[in-house]
């Protein structure tokens, strides 16, 4: 899906478009969102075990959870802490970047499961932290790269919600998979730097002062005098030379002097 160019004014087009970006970013937040809540509703109304959708890092058996292991978790308070920051992160990302979140969601997902089979402790890693970490770390980079008004607005709003993260990407709880963080939050810098010129960005605003024609200066003009040519204030003048006028003011009377005598 294509979006129009932003336009520097608020024109009829230009809201147009905004609305249809905050649509489709709303749209597509909530599609994921319900994607999650429907596959763990479904394992949890037939008694799937969530052991078999996880990521078992190095069986062969858990690859299928690269896939399926962001659709799971352990139990309803896990799911409840993973879904506002999903769903604000997937949005701001949507409306921020619809070309590059085309590539970035997708590598985010299946870099941060990979990098848990390969590199993370012998367990069973479920849950949507490791994409929220990584949309989130993605946000907060594209911001320092690309540095439009934009970006720079989504980025500070980002680490004002979220900016927790930073530090869950190291161990602190046992049974909290900071692997998942910390791979999500790799593939969002990955997926940053290699897709921050995927999306236009917005036109700077030019005002009436930059369209002057300069003026054109004569050479030399602004050079500065040499040392020789700039006169010394405390020079005599020499003998003969027009001298300055001394004017003589007269005293001012004082308030108390006695007023002068009659005849």
């Known amino acids: 899906m294509d979006f129009a160019k932003p336009l520097a004014e608020p024109t009829a087009a230009l809201v147009a478009n905004d609305r249809l970006r905050v649509r489709y970013a709303l749209m597509g937040s909530m599609a994921l ?14 008694g799937w075990s969530i052991g078999d959708l996880g990521v078992r890092p190095r069986e062969v058996h858990g690859l299928v959870g690269i896939l399926a292991a962001p659709f799971a978790h352990s ?3 896990h799911l409840m802490s993973n879904t506002l920051p999903m769903g ?35 367990s069973i890693h479920v849950g949507a932290s490791g994409i929220a970490h990584g949309l989130m770390f993605f946000l907060f980079l594209m911001g320092l790269i690309r540095r439009d008004r ?17 530090l869950s990407v190291l161990p602190q709880e046992e049974r909290i998979s900071f692997e998942y963080h910390l791979a999500g939050a ?16 917005p036109p700077r605003k030019r005002y009436s002062w930059e369209d002057e024609e300069e003026e ?20 005599r003048q020499p003998d003969g030379a027009e001298m300055g006028q001394v ?15 009659g005849p």
């Open 216 to 235: 054109s200066v004569p050479d030399g003009e602004l050079e500065l005098p040499r040392p020789g040519e700039v006169p010394v204030l405390w020079q």
């Open 33 to 46: 969102l319900a994607g999650i809540w429907i596959a763990w509703l479904g394992a949890w109304l037939l």
């Open 186 to 201: 790799v593939a969002g810098v990955l997926a940053a730097i290699l897709l921050y010129r995927r999306d236009p960005e």
């Open 88 to 122: 604000v992160l997937t949005a701001l990302t949507l409306y921020c970047y619809p070309r590059a979140t085309r590539i970035a969601l997708p590598m985010i997902w299946l870099l941060s499961g990979l990098g848990v089979w390969l590199f993370a402790r012998p």
């Open 150 to 166: 934009l970006a720079v607005a989504t980025s500070l709003v980002v680490f004002f919600l979220y900016g927790g993260m930073l």
């Open 247 to 261: 004017i003589a003011f007269r005293p001012r009377p004082r308030d108390d002097a006695p007023p002068p005598a």
């Open 75 to 77: 139990d309803f308070a």
